[in-house]
């Protein structure tokens, strides 16, 4: 590997630099992004059971206000639901503001990687023929040795920047569609939740009316 990477030039450095960020983020981000953390499936429906029985206490609300993802909403919500539907809308927006742009962490820098990876490949290209235009010059097309390591170099550096750029854009799609369901998730279960809170209370007092 070693060998591989002095083989390429210098720019190979910054591509084995930015390869061991890539497979960190997605190492990462497939860590963060698990729906079981971010929106567990029965959350909303423990919530409920707690406020059907009143078993809804402040120490459970600011335990799920420590949790990441659809339990910081839901506490959210749960904290401003004495002050109406819209006030308890405003608040979840908010905290799911903040959560989305958890989700979105390192997301720019996965973008960024699959952008400049090639470009980097492309320069380091560019540095190895140079360098074998300079041996033409110079010595002529006999030393075959020369020529052969500028081409070489040319070839690997193109080699391993797209070699870090593919991976990179193929998880960054991916991550960009896996963060887009958890919000559309997330958006429904929350929705559920005001719905089921001010819609009973409406009715209620509908009723004693």
């Known amino acids: 590997m070693l060998a591989f990477i002095q083989s390429g030039g210098v720019f190979m450095w910054p591509l084995l630099a930015c390869s061991i960020l890539t497979l960190a983020i997605i190492l990462e981000r497939f860590w963060t992004l698990r729906k079981s953390r971010v929106a567990p499936a029965g ?17 459970f609300i600011r335990g799920m206000q420590a949790n990441a993802g659809l339990a910081s909403v ?5 904290l401003n639901t004495k002050h109406g539907r819209s006030a308890m809308k405003e608040s979840i927006q908010e905290a799911a503001s903040h959560v989305i742009h958890e989700l979105e962490r390192f997301m720019s820098a996965l973008g960024t990687i ?38 070489s170099e040319a070839l690997l550096t193109t080699a391993a920047g797209l070699g870090v750029a593919i991976p990179a854009l193929i998880f960054h799609r991916y991550f960009i569609r896996r963060i887009d369901e958890l919000v559309v998730s997330m958006e429904q279960q929350s929705t559920k939740l005001v719905d089921a809170l001010h819609g ?3 009715n209620h007092s509908g009723g004693s009316q």
């Open 43 to 59: 959350l909303l429906s423990d919530v409920m059971t707690r406020l059907r029985d009143d078993r809804m206490s402040l120490e």
């Open 200 to 202: 009973e209370r409406n």
């Open 74 to 78: 839901f506490a959210a919500g749960l």
């Open 114 to 151: 699959a952008a400049i990876a090639p470009l980097l490949g492309l320069l380091g290209t560019v540095v190895g023929m140079i360098k074998v235009f300079a041996v033409l010059m110079e010595n002529g097309a006999g030393n075959t040795a020369l020529l052969a390591g500028g081409i």
